[in-house]
């Protein structure tokens, strides 16, 4: 057990070396805890939605639209530390505990500057941002509020993004996974409370919502120290002989900046999607949001899978076992059809009722329900760019999936959404099938490039 920054070996299953074994029960074993953290994890604001829901189409507009700010901003964040979590898997693999816990010391200092910056703007151009979505200025008045309160929690969200990714790729997922019930918990009862003005507290609305999420983020946080530091997870995480390294700062921006790029412009172009959308009234604008919300609560456990793919796809190129990385991406994308495929009937068949959880109103229903089916016809492929991506982007081969992000994204989501409503005659229901035509093309280009095997010869 080391003292200062290191592997702990004493603790049940921190031992385990994953580059070694049966691959398949390596891969369930780091998924599952995975796929819970952020299924609980997408609890949070999925019951916000419900709680918003209660106060109109305004407010769930309002938090869909404002969320698509926050997301570009946490799309950001999550990119840079895509370097962090392919460098730490890479240096467990080659058994160099003291590499892994150098490049989360410079993470830290990372994300904290960075959050900073993000708080900044947030406070002084929340109002701008939300008109340059061409939303009605009621939707602006209940959004900007709820942005800004979450871009000041920026703060709190980077440093539990910066230990999550650090715990995970190390190979421990389980800390990671009680933290999140543990703070989501705290989220659900907090979160009905804040917004409707519950006991004594004052009825905040939106801005319950926002208040709550950084409340929770932050318990998140500070729970993700303590173990990080107090050695309670598989790396324990030493400021000893700490000092600022510019080279490995930009080791991490380079890997994390196709990341960030990718995920910064997709989300640009969900901001040009919310114009398209928004020209069909607030009741499509209520309704996408809530498809979207449906969209990330399928997603992540798959997410989950990919997730795992790739620390084992870093970990045993690490250890110089290329094969064992590529099957560990193929076993994920097996596990993930497996789940959408079963998802996707689910809302073939229960589309309605999945609908009235979030919003009873029949118009809205009708609509969102639509959206739903459609979107279901995409899901059954989609198990294929969400584990491969993560699997090539987990080992520090960020280019690739970035350009082929911003292909389907430009040359085909984009041009599809304006082409079907307006020129076939759709109508908003056309903007749902161009997700699906991208999420057929996302399917054969990541499929071909894993299979080109390209990836495994990247360099971090």
């Not at 609890?43 to 570009?72: E, R, Y």
């Not at 410079?106 to 959050?115: G, L």
């Not at 459609?374 to 960020?398: E, H, K, R, W």
Request: glycine letters at 12%.
């Amino acid at each position: 057990m080391e003292v200062g920054g290191g592997l702990r070996t004493r603790r049940p299953g921190f031992e385990k070396d994953w580059t070694k074994g049966s691959i398949i029960r390596n891969l369930l074993s780091l998924s599952w805890p995975v796929m819970v953290g952020n299924s609980v994890n997408m609890m949070g604001p999925t019951i916000d939605m419900i709680w918003v829901g209660k106060l109109g189409p305004t407010a769930i507009a309002a938090v869909g639209v404002s969320g698509m700010a926050v997301m570009i901003m946490q799309s950001l964040m999550m990119g840079l530390f895509g370097g962090l979590r392919a460098i730490v898997a890479r240096s467990i693999g080659e058994g160099n505990p003291d590499a892994a816990n150098h490049a989360a010391q410079q993470a830290f200092v990372m994300s904290t500057v960075f959050s900073l910056l993000i708080a900044v703007i947030g406070i002084f151009f929340a109002e701008p941002i939300l008109a340059l979505m061409g939303v009605a200025p009621e939707v602006i008045s209940e959004g900007a509020a709820y942005m800004r309160i979450q871009f000041v929690g920026m703060i709190t969200m980077s440093l539990r993004f910066m230990t999550e990714g650090t715990m995970q790729a190390s190979g421990d997922v389980t800390t990671p996974m009680k933290i999140a019930v543990a703070f989501r918990i705290f989220h659900v009862v907090l979160s009905p409370v804040l917004i409707f003005g519950l006991w004594f507290f004052p009825p905040l609305g939106v801005r319950g919502a926002a208040i709550t999420n950084v409340f929770s983020q932050g318990l998140g946080t500070a729970l993700g120290l303590w173990f990080l530091m107090s050695g309670r997870t598989r790396l324990r995480l030493s400021f000893r002989n700490f000092y600022i390294d510019p080279g490995m700062i930009w080791r991490l921006v380079k890997i994390g900046i196709p990341t960030s790029i990718m995920g910064i412009q997709r989300n640009f172009g969900q901001v040009l999607l919310i114009r398209l959308v928004a020209s069909f009234g607030t009741l499509a604008m209520a309704a996408h949001t809530l498809g979207q919300r449906v969209d990330m609560l399928i997603f992540m456990p798959g997410g989950g899978v990919g997730m795992a793919a790739g620390v084992l796809a870093g970990q045993n190129l690490g250890a110089n076992q290329p094969e064992r990385a590529a099957k560990s991406g193929w076993l994920g994308v097996l596990l993930t059809e497996a789940f959408m495929v079963i998802c996707s009937l689910a809302i073939l068949l229960w589309a309605e009722p999945i609908v009235r959880v979030f919003n009873s109103q029949p118009d809205l229903v009708e609509i969102a329900s639509r959206f739903l089916r459609i979107a279901a016809v995409g899901y059954m492929v989609m198990g294929f760019p969400n584990v491969l991506m993560q699997c090539i982007s987990g080992v520090g081969d960020t280019v690739p999936p970035m350009i082929w992000s911003m292909v389907t994204l430009w040359l085909v989501l984009l041009p599809l959404a304006y082409f079907l409503p307006n020129v076939a005659n759709l109508g908003v229901y056309g903007i749902r099938w161009a997700f699906v035509a991208e999420i057929a093309a996302g399917t054969l280009g990541y499929t071909a490039y894993f299979w080109l095997g390209r990836w495994k010869r990247k360099k971090v």
